[in-house]
């Protein structure tokens, strides 16, 4: 591992700070966690010494150089540029756009209809059951996987040829929150077998939220 000169304003059960950490592991690149609570006294991501930090008040933030970078995906192309060894994007550029396509259908069509605070609105200010929350749930993670499903490598151990990228990194935590939700996940056979390749890889299996220091 590199010598540690990052920080990573993390929460063990966001996505978006999963998949910082598998990015870091897999670049084997060092760096501090520092946990920031998502629901602990109404939410540390809310308090003014993590604002001060990301006026947004989300996690994850990367602090490298003196810079805070916020949204993983931007945090994620920066780790590629920088630290491009191993590479996380194929040479090719039609092939990264394949791999970065997939990418975002979670980045940008999934995860953001199933985070935590649009959750939390459809509970507290549109008044909806569990139920109704969980169906919504389970309506947008249905919707994104069945393209996902079909878009992957139907013979390969990775989402897209035989060296694992940024795809990869982006479907864990998402298959992750999705097996968390008890989503149905028997008609995407493709991606079943990717993740339980990918979580044997030793970057995915220690970015693990059940694994991280804040784990509860």
Known sequence: MKPATMKLYTFFRSSAAYRVRIALNYKALSYESV????????????????????????????????????????????????????PLLPAEAVDRAHVRGMSMLIACEMHPLCNLRVLQYLRSDLGQSEEGVNSWYHHWIALGFKALEE??????????????TMADVYLVPQYYNAQRFKCDLSNYPNLKRIVKTLNQVSAFAEAAPEVQADAE
């Open 35 to 86: 946990a920031v609570h998502l629901r602990r006294n109404g939410g540390e991501h809310k308090k003014e010494e993590y604002l001060a930090v990301n006026p947004q008040g989300l996690v994850p933030v990367l602090e490298h150089e003196g810079q805070a970078l916020i949204q993983s995906p931007a945090i994620l192309e920066y780790l590629e540029e920088k630290f491009p060894d191993p």
């Open 151 to 164: 878009m992957v490598d139907s013979s390969g151990p990775y989402c897209f040829g035989k060296k694992i």
